[in-house]
Every structure is written in C-alpha cells, then in structure tokens.
C-alpha cells in the first residue's frame, strides 16, 4: 500500500500554491503536486524515482512539469517563477550554512581545552548536516592539532558560502 504525505506547501503568488506530495512506492518513490489556486485544485504532475535524482531543491521537477501545463502560466512565467524557486532554496541553505558555522564557532568561546573545542565543532556541524557530512575513516587518529585544522576549515567554508 502507497503512503503518501504532504510533505510541504509551496506559494507560487497570492492566489496559487502548490502541494508537494512524498510517496514511497515498492520500488522507489515518487512526488505528486497538486497546483491549487483560489482554493480549488486545478492541476496536477507526477515524477517517479528509483533513485534520488539532482535536482535544485526538492519537488523541482514535478513543479516544473505542472507549471509548464499549466494554463495560468506562460512558459516565460514558469521560468521566472522556476528561478525564484531555485534562488529561495539556495538562498535558505546559505542561511543554514551560516547558522551552523556560528554555532560551531562558539565551541571556542565556551570550552576551555582544545579537545573539548573541537568535541563541540564536531557535534555541531554533525547535527547541522545531518546525513551530509560523512567524516573520514582515519577520523579517530588525528591529532587534535589536525582535527581543528579541518573542523576550521569546514566552519570558515560554510561561513564563506552563506555570505554569498
């Protein structure tokens, strides 16, 4: 049996929004959209995945497939409004990016000892990153001089990229 879930709502403008449906499937996934404006249900688009496919931000393919039948929408919009979709994901991961690399940094204003700075980075960036961030095999055996050369790095990196 199919599962599916609102998984998030997207506004398009004032009088439309898109619905973004996650379903797992037997031999993968798909996502469902729904276009709804003025409240009522006027479109929908489908994308099957059996693996995960790249992809700006999530549901893109899907909501450019809808849009692009849309009747509301010329092709020209579509883009315009694929393009503000694109930069407001981009937009809000760079936000992250900062958030994480700030919080990692006050490792070093709130502990006293450099294992237990590099301790704090690590767990930080970990639970930012999630899934994202796999450290190497070798990470155990580092001295903490190189831990903190790289947890640095990792920090000044995210910093860098959110202030683009």
Request: include cysteine.
């Amino acid at each position: 049996m199919k599962t599916q879930k609102l998984d998030k709502i997207i506004t398009i403008d004032d009088r439309t929004n898109v619905e973004c449906y996650y379903i797992k499937t037997r031999y993968g996934f798909k996502h469902e959209v729904k276009l709804v404006r003025d409240g009522c249900y006027c479109g929908f688009a489908k994308v099957c995945y059996y693996n995960r496919t790249w992809e700006s931000f999530e549901y893109e393919t899907a909501i450019s497939n809808l849009l692009y039948k849309s009747p509301f929408y010329t092709k020209d919009e579509t883009a315009e409004i694929m393009g503000r979709l694109r930069r407001g994901e981009h937009e809000a991961i760079n936000r992250r990016f900062g958030m994480i690399s700030a919080i990692a940094q006050l490792g070093g204003l709130l502990t006293d000892d450099q294992k237990a700075q590099n301790d704090w980075k690590e767990r930080m960036i970990k639970t930012g990153l999630g899934d994202g961030l796999i450290m190497p095999d070798n990470w155990g055996t580092l001295s903490e001089d190189e831990r903190q050369t790289r947890l640095d790095y990792v920090i000044t990196s995210m910093a860098s990229v959110s202030l683009k």
